[in-house]
């Protein structure tokens, strides 16, 4: 009997334990599914955010990154070959000579259509003799012979300590040189040779970050006749053009004096301060003598062929950003944009233009530089002032959109740069700018008022400028091309 009684408290126990096994089972298995049936629906909703996702940017990702990187291709691949080579290092390290690194011989092109197409090198040197001295040699040879050398030394600290000298030598052997028409930008061909011996003092005035200068020198000019006869002057300009020097010789003696102020912190990679000058020139120039042909035998030197020179310049620069960080960038930074640039996608493109990182984006590390120029050159008699003298509204003043100048005795223009830099050694430009020249009673008119607007990039180190290379637009007229040592500002 009382082996039965254990048996059934036996199984009782047995089944009061499965019942509860079977509940614990069940809230288990219960509290399991409502996660998995939760983490499902999660899981449900971010696929149809992926879904979403990639409706919306199928279209940029099949069709529009594709052909996008085909067209970079040729650019993108030897930048990621070079970034990953070092090839951007290696590169200046190649064209950098001397102990202390102050050594620098590279080569020099201008690629352009006909005869201005030239091959050439630069060579600087600084601390050569003394310190803070500097030698800049180069010479060019073009598509057609042409050649050209130039010589450059200046030493920044003579005497107190506060004088700076510039001594400028240069040779230009011109077959293709032209002269234009005043007020216009007709042309005629005049083969010339020139050379330019020049020298420059300056000395710091007790005002800070001033200075007076005073330059003199002699520019010996030799022309002469065109050798196709289609490219003699028009017999209609002669009276015009009878007192202007044309296929003839003469020297020219300027004497400039100029007033500066400069609070800029950089001479090449300015990110804010202002550069202001002024100046004041008399050029002497000699008789026109040894007209090459008996043709022009009328053209006569009657008249006082001096002349007298003026310019202001204005130069501010506006810093965009933290005043923590320097506008150069670090070697870092310049790898990592490296590597945005080289790795472009579309959607990092939209990810950097969305409205949250505008203010970066456009806003950081940004520097916008505006300049203002006038020139005037007064002829102490009318008529009397050499052709190839003429001041010259071309993409050196700047107006960057025109290969063709216009000539004229004055010019006055604003230009606006907005710059980034986008490498250690490479600045980004976006430039709009405006210019009018005087007509040939010397009178400024709205028809001569000329825009040009464009993008590129300046080649420079913080100490050193070396090439910028621009794209020019006016209007619908095309492309011009700025490959050029000269920096942009004068």
């Not at 052909?67 to 040729?74: G, H, R």
């Not at 420059?200 to 006869?229: C, M, N, W």
């Not at 456009?362 to 190839?388: D, H, I, N, S, T």
């Not at 003043?397 to 223009?413: D, V």
Request: proline share 4%; net charge neutral.
């Amino acid at each position: 009997m009382s082996e039965l009684k254990e048996k059934k408290g036996i199984r009782k126990a047995s089944f009061h334990f499965g019942l509860l096994f079977l509940c614990l089972l069940f809230s288990f298995s219960s509290a399991f599914g409502s996660e998995s049936q939760k983490q499902n629906q999660e899981s449900q909703e971010i696929s149809t955010g992926e879904m979403v996702t990639r409706v919306v940017f199928w279209p940029f990702e099949n069709l529009l990154q594709p052909l996008f990187e085909a067209l970079i291709y040729p650019v993108s691949e030897p930048l990621r070959y070079a970034f990953q080579k070092k090839i951007v290092e290696k590169a200046v390290n190649l064209i950098t000579f001397g102990e202390n690194k102050n050594i620098f011989i590279y080569p020099t092109l201008n690629l352009k259509p006909g005869t201005s197409t030239m091959l050439g090198f630069m060579y600087r040197h600084s601390d050569l003799l003394v310190k803070k001295d500097y030698l800049v040699l180069s010479g060019e040879l073009y598509a057609n012979s042409d050649t050209y050398y130039s010589v450059r030394y200046s030493q920044k600290r003579l005497f107190d300590g506060n004088t700076y000298m510039v001594f400028h030598h240069s040779g230009n052997f011109n077959r293709d040189g032209t002269f234009r028409l005043l007020g216009s930008n007709e042309s005629f061909a005049q083969p010339d040779t020139t050379f330019r011996f020049n020298l420059s003092v300056a000395h710091d005035l007790p005002i800070p970050k001033t200075r007076i200068d005073f330059a003199s020198g002699v520019r010996l000019k030799y022309g002469g006749i065109p050798e196709q006869q289609s490219d003699l002057i028009d017999y209609e300009y002669v009276d015009a053009m009878s007192e202007r020097g044309i296929y003839q010789d003469y020297q020219i003696y300027p004497q400039i004096l100029t007033l500066s102020f400069d609070n800029t912190e950089s001479a090449f990679t300015p990110s804010s301060g202002v550069h202001l000058q002024g100046s004041f020139g008399y050029h002497i120039v000699s008789d026109y003598q040894d007209l090459p042909s008996n043709e022009f035998d009328f053209l006569t030197s009657e008249k006082n062929h001096d002349f007298m020179s003026m310019e202001f310049l204005l130069q501010t620069y506006f810093y965009f950003g933290k005043k923590e960080n320097s506008y150069l960038l670090t070697r870092k930074e310049a790898r990592e944009k490296r590597r945005e640039f080289a790795d472009f996608s579309i959607q990092r493109f939209v990810k950097q233009w969305s409205p949250s990182q505008l203010n970066t984006l456009l806003l950081e590390r940004r520097v916008l530089a505006l300049q203002w120029r006038y020139l005037q050159y007064f002829e102490m008699e009318k008529g009397g002032m050499p052709a190839l003298s003429f001041l010259r509204l071309n993409d050196r003043f700047p107006l960057r959109g025109y290969e063709q100048a216009w000539a004229s005795l004055a010019i006055t223009g604003i230009s606006l740069e907005y710059r980034w830099p986008i490498d250690y050694y490479i600045d980004g430009v976006i430039f709009n700018e405006y210019a009018i020249f005087a007509n040939e009673k010397g009178k400024f008119e709205f028809d001569n008022l000329r825009n040009s607007w464009g993008f590129g990039i300046r080649v420079r180190r913080p100490d050193m400028y070396f090439f910028r290379f621009q794209l020019g637009f006016h209007g619908i007229h095309g492309i011009h091309l700025v490959m050029t040592i000269a920096p942009e500002f004068q």
